[in-house]
């Protein structure tokens, strides 16, 4: 077989890889750094398994229950080490509480992975958002041998969930599912010539990544970064050229300008992000250094809400006033006209260059360009 699926299409789930009898299939480096799945030849024996588990390939019929809460966590600490309102946090301890494992994504020199978390001192490493892909090796050979024996909790985007779930076919009792609201995720290629310049100018290695810094405020937050020799970087967001570059659209992995995996395709038993413009429907109950959306897409995931709750400053909302501040949930991000002119630039230019030659332009695409040229004339 030559492909799995196309390029342009493939979440780089790792359903694929994992399934193959054969170990004929490895996660290779693509040019826009980002991994796909490769199909050694002189292996294949063409049972087009990997093909008949692909979950971008086979969508299932799965409807949210669509019960939706505003949410935080009783503890400021914990709101305040978390990206939104530490929802995951309160669901990680439960499930460690109860003999449990966690798995999410953590940052190990410089690259993001998912690994397992078996202890609450370990768990500071998986909170927080950090915006690149991360790599799932054979994790979820992992799950589908652990959740025989154990409680497992499993945090990611909602097409690693949808690739997990795939894998394991059967859903599990053992097994719980959090994704993410996803804007899309940005290259690992990118963020390591980030890091590498920033190390180099700094004369340092680095030491501690924080990409939602909320000493300057959860909505208003701030990239920290920290080095071995403790100096530090702390920039607002709007300011940083690696997070405009991430939400200039043009650094996204290809799949997620089509995105399968977005509201009303969910297979995550809960669906958490922040409730961004929360302020305007519930100014009395927000907390204003992180409030979570809650999606309860299961009944599983439903006894799972009702089990945490007690850590929790919660109260249902309707989804339509989640959707409006958040067209994530919802909507992929559009397709740049420089996407490939970016990575082309990736590597010749430095981050600044980069920075200023694409922040800019975001999703100036060709219908947005007509659209003003229309109102233009029409003025
Ligand atoms: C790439 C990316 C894009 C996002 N886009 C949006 C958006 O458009 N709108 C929105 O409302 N929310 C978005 N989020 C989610 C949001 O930032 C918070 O992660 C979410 O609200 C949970 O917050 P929390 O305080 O409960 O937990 P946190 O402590 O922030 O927990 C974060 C969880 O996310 C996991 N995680 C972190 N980074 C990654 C990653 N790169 N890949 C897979 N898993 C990861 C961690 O393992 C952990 O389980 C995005 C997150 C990521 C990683
Ligand atoms: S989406 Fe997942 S299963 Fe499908 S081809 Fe890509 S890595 Fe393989
Ligand atoms: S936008 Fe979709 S394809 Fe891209 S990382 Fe998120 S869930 Fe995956």
Not at 246 to 273: Q, V
Request: aromatic residues 10%; hydrophobic residues 35%.
């Amino acid at each position: 077989m030559e492909q799995v699926l196309e390029k342009n299409r493939c979440t780089g789930c790792t359903a694929c890889m994992n399934i193959c009898p054969k170990n004929a299939i490895v996660m290779k480096e693509g040019k826009d750094g980002f991994k796909y799945p490769f199909i050694d030849n002189n292996k294949c024996i063409n049972c087009k398994l990997c093909q008949k588990i692909c979950p971008v390939i086979n969508t299932r019929e799965n409807a949210s229950l669509n019960t939706c809460y505003l949410a935080y966590n009783k503890k400021i600490e914990e709101i305040l080490s978390s990206s939104s309102g530490a929802i995951f946090s309160a669901i990680a301890n439960f499930i460690l509480d109860s003999g449990g494992v966690v798995i999410g994504a953590a940052l190990v020199n410089n690259k993001l992975k998912h690994i397992v978390i078996e202890k609450k001192e370990d768990l500071f490493k998986l909170k927080g958002s950090k915006y690149l892909q991360s790599d799932l090796n054979d994790m979820f050979k992992y799950v589908k041998e652990n959740i025989k024996h154990k409680k497992v909790l499993f945090a990611g985007t909602p097409c690693q969930v949808a690739g997990l779930k795939a894998f394991i076919k059967n859903d599990n009792d053992n097994l719980y599912c959090i994704d993410l609201i996803c804007h899309g995720v940005p290259s690992p290629k990118l963020f390591s010539k980030y890091i590498k310049e920033l190390e180099s100018q700094e004369n340092s290695k680095l030491k501690d990544y924080n990409f939602r810094n909320k000493e300057t405020g959860w909505v208003t937050y701030s990239n920290r970064i920290t080095f071995e020799n403790n100096n530090n970087i702390s920039e607002l967001a709007s300011q940083n050229d690696y997070m405009k570059l991430f939400l200039s659209d043009n650094a996204l992995r290809e799949s997620c300008y089509n995105c399968n995996f977005k509201f009303g395709n969910k297979y995550s038993d809960i669906t958490l992000g922040d409730f961004w413009g929360v302020q305007d429907y519930y100014p009395k109950t927000y907390n204003k250094k992180g409030t979570s959306a809650v999606i309860i897409n299961t009944k599983k995931g439903n006894i799972l809400f009702n089990q945490i709750k007690g850590s929790l400053i919660y109260q249902n909302c309707n989804i339509e006033e989640i959707l409006n501040g958040n067209p994530s949930l919802s909507k992929s991000a559009v397709l740049t006209e420089t996407r490939k002119d970016f990575f082309d630039d990736l590597e010749q230019l430095s981050i600044t260059a980069l920075s200023k030659k694409y922040s800019k332009i975001r999703k100036r695409t060709l219908r947005g360009r007509i659209k003003q040229l229309i109102l233009k004339i029409c003025k």
